[in-house]
């Protein structure tokens, strides 16, 4: 690494960064004296320091090109192991549904589309490949990487994804290969993924140009942990009546567990939220005006109609709970544990819930809609995501006959609403709404 | 006369009302054509309905509107989808129905009802026209048949021609090859049938037969759709004698419910 990058880089972390992170949330303020919504309780505190974390994150992240080692990661990537060499790392997924929550979906898929990618092909990847292809980004400019790290654990549209990046930014590809769980983890797969990371250490070493230290992956290890949990433990707010959180806030305070697990910051921010949460439960403060039903959620976010849900139910007394999406990243990161590093970190990323069985993901739902006193499920058929949406009608049946919970389906996608049908979704979730009053 | 109600359907290609009186007894009905303005239609088969029962728009004592076009009947009382509505007058029709299947103009559902004419559950076409109304219009203007002579067409079949269920448009190219191939049209148009069937047989399957199953919607005049549809689900299929009210039949019983 060359000595300039390198001094630019500690020069805007230390005083460009609070600046512009300054001004973002000088700008939330603005925003929030404007617009008051009358369903919905008063908004969480916490939000403009995530706005900062976020937004310091990615406006870092184009200075940290050359200063430090840049890596570009899949969501259920073990990102643990390459904070232990200090690499930046930048979750497309998460500029993705970051892209399509400001609405950009249509027009950065629509680029890589114009290259010959088919619409079929999730939009994440379209996104990110049209960002690549254009430069085109709502944060200004994404970091060259120096290296890609993907898992096949949530999908194996990874694999091509990540292959056309590295073609595109002719760099090495790291996957991490998890077998998907049918019954129960046997101990060939265990040494198979362990042996996985032996082989990646030396890599890593060479492309960071940095030693690995057992001693930092440890300590990295145990804050991820610790995230996951406190992430745990701000989820498990919700099973209070009224909850004092939406899923909607959820899957935006999702964003540092996904994207800067394993930092300080990230355990430092859920404690703050959860203190705040645990505080409007004992005020007995909901998130909702006026909680009467309470819903769980199936599948990512469709991240361009959060606002609107949000008010939609929230007029309706309706209020979501929980979610399979949201409970994925408290399931279990929480198996790291530093005394067993790599064996831990293999459990941890391969019993995720889209590399396991569906009878696991059945008896996940069931805990869940038990635990939040949950009354009606909706369910998002994502378009882009298959593995996530395969056997929601099996599911959808199961828990119909076993727990007598109404449910609807909506067919949609996360960021593309080229996919999304106003009217059509309207209907179903108005029939499910006549559904779930007339219940009782 | 006192106390009674309409029931209106606003859907994509039909508009249709239906009033009741306080006994449940059908006094007359309409369908109009939508065409482009919806609250335009609402008004006119509400008239042209309040009409043949010799009433007086004015004196009406509720008003319940379903359909796509819900929104637009700004005098309705109450708003409900034609999901509870379909399983409402199916039930009324039919009191052993378990299952409604709706094949409208551009949406097609299939829906579970309860022995006290409640919605369990349902499921609906999604973004595609292939299994609706819409297919077999398209279908009758390539063809040159009119859409009410298609059924009887159909049934004096021998063989069927193989259409695939996956795309409107590619269909229709489907059956210009057919055409051109000189393949028998009652053929095409049975496969034509067959299609639909299979599309909405896909969506029907997910909630398990059971019960008395009842075809609502227009196609449901389709002799052919309907003779293949039994043969699929197995059994024999209640149909309406005016299957295209039942939605607006079953807003009239919301009205009466909430008086």
């Known amino acids: ?440 | 006369m006192k106390g009674w109600v309409i029931g209106i359907d606003v859907g994509s290609l039909t508009t249709d009302a239906v009033i009741m009186d306080e006994d449940k007894r059908v006094l007359s009905f309409s369908i109009v054509d939508t065409g482009y303005n919806s609250t335009d239609a609402a008004r006119e088969a509400m008239t042209v309905a309040a009409g043949r029962a010799g009433l007086e728009l004015e004196d009406v004592s509720r008003l319940v509107a379903t359909g796509y076009g819900r929104a637009a009947v700004p005098e309705a009382n109450k708003r409900v989808t034609e999901i509870a509505c379909h399983a409402a007058g199916a039930v009324y029709l039919f009191p052993d129905t378990e299952m409604v299947i709706d094949i409208g103009g551009q949406d097609s559902k299939v829906i579970k009802v309860g022995k006290d004419g409640r919605v369990q559950d349902f499921v609906m076409n999604d973004k595609c026209a292939a299994g609706t109304g819409r297919f077999l219009e398209v279908m009758s203007a390539k063809l040159k048949i009119p859409l009410d002579g298609m059924g009887d067409i159909s049934i004096s079949a021998r063989g069927e021609a193989a259409i695939s269920s996956v795309c409107t448009v590619f269909a229709e190219s489907e059956v210009v090859s057919l055409v051109a191939r000189n393949c028998p049209k009652e053929e095409i148009v049975k496969g034509i049938h067959r299609s639909v069937v299979n599309r909405v047989w896909a969506m029907t399957r997910q909630l398990r037969v059971s019960g008395g199953v009842t075809m609502t919607g227009g196609v449901a005049k389709n002799r052919g759709v309907v003779a293949l549809m039994e043969e699929r689900v197995g059994r024999r299929i209640n149909v309406p004698d005016e299957p295209q009210i039942v939605g607006a039949l079953g807003a009239a019983l919301f009205a009466l419910r909430e008086k």
Request: glycine share 6%.
């Open chain 1, 1 to 440: 690494m060359s000595i300039a990058p390198e001094i630019r880089y500690r020069f805007m972390k230390d005083i460009g960064a609070p600046l512009v992170m300054g001004m973002a949330g000088l700008k939330g303020k603005r925003k929030a004296a404007i617009k008051r919504d009358i369903p919905l309780g008063p908004p969480l505190k916490c939000s403009k320091r995530l706005k900062e974390i976020m937004t310091r994150h990615y406006f870092l992240s184009r200075y940290a090109e050359g200063a430090r080692p840049v890596a570009w990661v899949t969501s259920g990537a073990p990102v643990e192991l390459l904070r232990a060499f200090d690499f930046y790392t930048v979750y497309p997924e998460n500029h993705g549904a970051l892209c399509g929550a400001q609405k950009l979906g249509p027009e950065l898929c629509s680029i890589a589309e114009g290259h010959g990618y088919n619409q079929d092909l999730c939009s994440y990847a379209r996104i990110d490949i049209g960002v690549c292809l254009s430069g085109k980004t709502p944060v200004g400019r994404l970091p060259r990487p120096d290296i890609l790290f993907a898992s096949n654990n949530i999908c194996q549209t990874v694999m091509y994804w990540y292959r056309v990046l590295a073609h595109h930014w002719k760099i090495p590809l790291m996957v991490f290969d998890t077998p998907f769980n049918f019954v129960s983890l046997d101990r060939s797969a265990i040494t198979y993924m362990v042996r996985q990371f032996e082989e990646m250490i030396p890599e890593l070493e060479r492309i960071s140009g940095r030693k690995f230290s057992e001693k930092k992956f440890k300590e990295v290890l145990r804050l991820g942990k610790s995230s996951a949990m406190a992430w745990g433990e701000v989820l498990a707010t919700m099973k209070t009546v009224p909850s004092p959180m939406t899923i909607f806030d959820a899957f935006v305070h999702l964003a540092p567990i996904v994207s800067l697990r394993g930092l300080p910051v990230t355990l430092e921010y859920y404690n703050v939220l959860l203190s705040e949460l645990k505080d409007r439960v004992s005020k007995g403060i909901g998130a909702i005006v006026n909680e009467r039903k309470r819903l769980m959620w199936d599948n990512i976010a469709i991240w361009y109609k959060i606002r609107d849900f949000s008010r939609l139910f929230a007029e309706r007394g309706m209020n979501f709970v929980t979610a399979t999406y949201t409970n994925a990243w408290a399931e279990t990161i929480s198996y790291m544990d530093e005394r067993n590093p790599m064996e831990s970190l293999a459990k941890a990323y391969s019993l995720v819930i889209l590399n396991n069985n569906l009878d696991h993901r059945l008896k996940l739902m069931e805990r869940l809609i038990k635990e939040y006193q949950v009354d009606g499920l909706v369910i998002h058929s994502a378009r882009s995501c298959k593995p996530y949406s395969v056997g929601q009608y099996d599911l959808k049946r199961l828990l119909m006959e076993r727990l007598a919970v109404p449910s609807v389906v909506i067919e949609a996608d996360i960021t593309d609403f080229r996919a999304y049908s106003e009217e059509q979704t309207t209907t179903r979730l108005e029939a499910f709404f006549e559904n779930i009053e007339d219940g009782g």
